[in-house]
């Protein structure tokens, strides 16, 4: 298996979405904090990528969890790891390519997971992560827009931890 690095593009949302989806791959977008003696921030996240037929949500992650893998028949998946770290993995099973980015508050962006490329993450560090997550299509629990595999059905793909 061929393991990448998600392309970064640093452009609009909408422009980021559309290259995740005419290359049928992850895109990261950085996002660069605002901060003052107040704290910080990390503003206007998915300006023009949103709209009604989408959702926004949150799930927080242990660590030793790993939540992979799934994948959407219509739907893409905007990921922003606002707390801790999480190692995410994205594959495209047509030709055996797998990305890995390591995303959260030491760096912040959007990572981009267009359909039908399965993804998922695992917690890195000793504490819990947190996820923000857009998703293009509001859940619909009589027919979800889902699959699912177990985390370890993508042979080589490195869930462990790689430099301890």
Not at 98 to 104: F, P, R, S
């Amino acid at each position: 298996m061929e393991i990448r690095t998600p392309r970064t593009f640093r452009g609009p949302w909408t422009e980021a979405h559309d290259l995740a989806m005419a290359e049928c791959e992850p895109v990261f977008v950085p996002v660069m904090p605002f901060a003052d003696d107040r704290g910080w921030s990390l503003m206007n996240l998915l300006a023009g990528a949103m709209s009604d037929q989408g959702q926004i949500n949150f799930s927080l992650q242990y660590p030793g969890v790993i939540k992979a893998w799934h994948r959407h028949d219509h739907q893409t998946d905007f990921w922003i790891c606002l707390v801790g770290h999480l190692k995410t993995g994205v594959y495209r099973e047509d030709d055996n390519i797998a990305w890995q980015l390591v995303i959260g508050e030491q760096h912040p962006g959007v990572l981009v997971i267009p359909s039908p490329l399965w993804h998922g993450a695992t917690c890195v560090g000793p504490t819990s992560a947190g996820l923000l997550y857009y998703v293009t299509r509001i859940y619909d629990h009589d027919q979800p827009d889902e699959h699912r595999r177990a985390w370890d059905s993508v042979e080589g793909f490195p869930w462990e931890l790689q430099h301890g």
